[in-house]
Nanobody, 124 residues
Framework: QVQLVESGGGLVQPGNSLMISCTVS????????VGWFRQAPGKEREGIAC????????IYADSVRGRFTISKDIDKRMVFLQMNNLKPEDTAVYYC?????????????????YGQGTQVTVSS
């Protein structure tokens, strides 16, 4: 059974940094694509940072490229999202996600499994 548990969300001022984490099921990071998605109020959920199964260059949405970094620690079974220079428009619920067979392995989109989400609010 695939399990994803996010942690580390909270309130942060614009321009500051925050790291959120996700603990995943055993073997997930060995074989599955993993990534971070977010959903802002009134908007659809979007993929923002993903690691493919072949460990190619991470995929980032234009809105976060250069500010956010996705990484993983296989031994700890964790996925991280380091978020720098946060903006009010980054406010959203952030979801850790995974998929054993992504429909398009070169896109950060439409993964099968999601965690419960963690709220990130960027406000002064």
């Amino acid at each position: 059974q695939v399990q994803l548990v996010e942690s580390g969300g909270g309130l942060v001022q614009p321009g500051n940094s925050l790291m959120i984490s996700c603990t995943v099921s055993e073997f997930t990071l060995d074989y599955y694509a993993v990534g971070w998605f977010r959903q802002a109020p009134g908007k659809e959920r979007e993929g923002i940072a993903c690691l493919t199964q072949s460990d190619k260059t991470p995929i980032y949405a234009d809105s976060v490229r250069g500010r956010f970094t996705i990484s993983k620690d296989i031994d700890k079974r964790m996925v991280f999202l380091q978020m720098n220079n946060l903006k009010p428009e980054d406010t959203a619920v952030y979801y850790c996600a995974t998929d054993p067979f992504p429909e398009d392995p070169d896109k950060c989109d439409g993964y099968e499994y999601y965690g419960q989400g963690t709220q990130v609010t960027v406000s002064s």
